[in-house]
């Protein structure tokens, strides 16, 4: 008898471990996929360079993350070697202006962005920025974006990670794999939601529907 009553409270036991486990899982939020193309971040002095003193960034469409939206705006990116039009300004403005490109647009404009978190600034190329009233050349500030995810300080407990951390995450899909090298931002003011540019998007065939899993 006793044997029996062993064996059946480890079972019990089991059991409440798995449903543990399975609840802990359910509770652990899905992770939403951000596609961006290149776009330019722009401070309010270059604002008014670019496109006459006092203009005012016209929203076009909101962003993932509160606060933020691309507008009707664009600008031209010149290099050494070659330029592209019709890059996206988003807003609102910031303290400092930044261009984020595609690693693959170094060859066209001769200069090469160095993968960089938004905001990290120092040390990077300078490029020049042509709106429909004039042009600046920002001394600094040119990067490549590394991938990060977004996210609440709830969302961070909630996924076991913290600010700063670097982690990596695997994707499904015929083309899926893993990437390393992912940055994790928490604030009480973001959503959450993985971001990678459309190069590194189309390597492993990632798009909006895909699943995205952390790795420690």
């Known amino acids: 008898m006793e044997q029996y009553e062993s064996v059946l409270k480890l079972l019990l036991e089991a059991v409440q471990m798995n449903l543990s486990s399975t609840e802990k899982?359910?509770?652990v939020p899905e992770i939403p996929v951000g596609i961006s193309n290149r776009h330019v971040h722009l401070s309010q002095a270059d604002v008014n360079a670019?496109?006459?003193e006092g203009y005012e960034?016209?929203?076009m469409k909101?962003?993932?993350q509160p606060g933020q939206y691309a507008c009707k705006e664009t600008v031209t990116i010149c290099?050494?070697?070659g330029a592209i039009e019709k890059v996206r300004v988003l807003g609102p403005v910031r303290s400092k202006t930044q261009v984020e490109v595609l690693l693959g647009d170094s060859f066209k404009l001769g200069v090469v962005a160095p993968t960089r978190l938004s905001g990290d600034l120092q040390g990077t190329p300078?490029?020049?920025l042509i709106g429909t009233k004039g042009s600046v050349q920002i001394t600094e500030g040119l990067v490549a974006a590394q991938r990060h995810i977004h996210m609440s300080c709830e969302d961070a407990k909630a996924l076991e990670v913290q600010d700063g951390e670097i982690v990596s995450i695997e994707v499904d899909g015929l083309r899926g794999g893993i990437y390393h090298n992912v940055a994790i931002r928490a604030n009480d003011t973001s959503v959450l939601e993985f971001h990678?540019?459309?190069e590194e998007a189309n390597a492993l065939g990632v798009h909006s529907l895909s699943k995205i899993k952390i790795k420690k």
Do not use: M, R
């Open 126 to 128: 300078g490029i020049t």
């Open 79 to 81: 290099g050494p070697k």
């Open 25 to 27: 899982k359910q509770g």
């Open 196 to 198: 990678v540019d459309t």
């Open 62 to 64: 909101d962003l993932s």
């Open 50 to 52: 670019l496109f006459g």
């Open 57 to 59: 960034l016209s929203p």
